[in-house]
T-cell receptor
Framework: DAGVTQSPTHLIKTRGQQVTLRCSPKSGHDTVSWYQQALGQGPQFIFQYYEEEERQRGNFPDRFSGHQFPNYSSELNVNALLLGDSALYLC??????????????FGQGTRLTVV | GESVGLHLPTLSVQEGDNSIINCAYSNSASDYFIWYKQESGKGPQFIIDIRSNMDKRQGQRVTVLLNKTVKHLSLQIAATQPGDSAVYFCAETPGFQKLVFGTGTRLLVSP
C-alpha cells in the first residue's frame, strides 16, 4: 500500500512565478491537508480539502489555493511567488471523522525554493 | 538529505538512556495531542497520541504524559537508540480539521 505521495520532490522557481504541487493520498483516505514548513519550524496549516471543497483554511493569503479531485488527490497552487514562500510543503491525508487528524499520514514533502 | 531545522532546541543523550522531550501547548479545547518524529528529508511520522481526558498513555518504548493544568505534554523514550535521532514535534487538534504543531526538539543519540 503506497502511502502519501507528493510530486515533485524539489522545485526551484523565480519570484513572481506560479507553482503547482501535487499529492496523492493514502489508499482509503478522503481528506487532504496541506502544510507549509519553514526551516527550523513546525508545519503550519494551509488548508484542508474534503469532498472536493476547501473545508478550513489557515492564516495564508489568497495566493495559496488548492483543488481536490474526485479520486481524492489534491493540488496546491501558489501564485506570485515570494522569497518567503521557500519552504517544505507537506501533504497529509486522513480518513474523515473525529479522530481523522490523529490518523493523518504525511508525504515526504516538496522542497520549494524561490530565487 | 534535507535538514529539518538548524536552530532547534537539542537534546543529546547516550544510546540506552531514557529521553524526555517536553512541549507546551496553547489551546485548552484541543481534543487530541500527538507526537510526531521527523527525520531528515521526510515528512512527520506519527508516534503516539493521547486524548484530552487521559493523563498518560504508553506505546512501544514510548510514553506520553499530559498535564492539562499547566498545558504541558511530554514524550518519554525508553532505551533510546541511534535510530531515534530526529526532530520531534508535538501537535494538538483544536477542531478535527487541522493539526497545530509546536516548535520541535532535535534528539541526538550517540552510540
Amino acid at each position: 500500500d503506497a502511502g502519501v505521495t507528493q510530486s515533485p520532490t524539489h522545485l526551484i522557481k523565480t519570484r513572481g512565478q506560479q507553482v503547482t504541487l501535487r499529492c496523492s493520498p493514502k489508499s482509503g483516505h478522503d481528506t487532504v491537508s496541506w502544510y507549509q514548513q519553514a526551516l527550523g519550524q513546525g508545519p503550519q496549516f494551509i488548508f484542508q480539502y474534503y469532498e472536493e471543497e476547501e473545508r478550513q483554511r489557515g492564516n495564508f493569503p489568497d495566493r495559496f489555493s488548492g483543488h481536490q479531485f474526485p479520486n481524492y488527490s489534491s493540488e496546491l497552487n501558489v501564485n506570485a511567488l515570494l522569497l518567503g514562500d521557500s519552504a517544505l510543503y507537506l501533504c497529509a491525508s486522513s480518513p474523515e471523522g473525529v479522530r481523522g487528524n490523529t490518523e493523518a499520514f504525511f508525504g515526504q514533502g516538496t522542497r520549494l525554493t524561490v530565487v | 538529505g534535507e535538514s529539518v531545522g538548524l536552530h532547534l532546541p537539542t537534546l543529546s543523550v547516550q544510546e540506552g538512556d531514557n529521553s524526555i522531550i517536553n512541549c507546551a501547548y496553547s489551546n485548552s479545547a484541543s481534543d487530541y495531542f500527538i507526537w510526531y518524529k521527523q527525520e531528515s528529508g521526510k515528512g512527520p511520522q506519527f508516534i503516539i497520541d493521547i486524548r484530552s481526558n487521559m493523563d498518560k498513555r504508553q506505546g512501544q518504548r514510548v510514553t506520553v504524559l499530559l498535564n492539562k493544568t499547566v498545558k504541558h505534554l511530554s514524550l518519554q523514550i525508553a532505551a533510546t537508540q541511534p535510530g531515534d535521532s530526529a526532530v520531534y514535534f508535538c501537535a494538538e487538534t483544536p477542531g478535527f480539521q487541522k493539526l497545530v504543531f509546536g516548535t520541535g526538539t532535535r534528539l541526538l543519540v550517540s552510540p
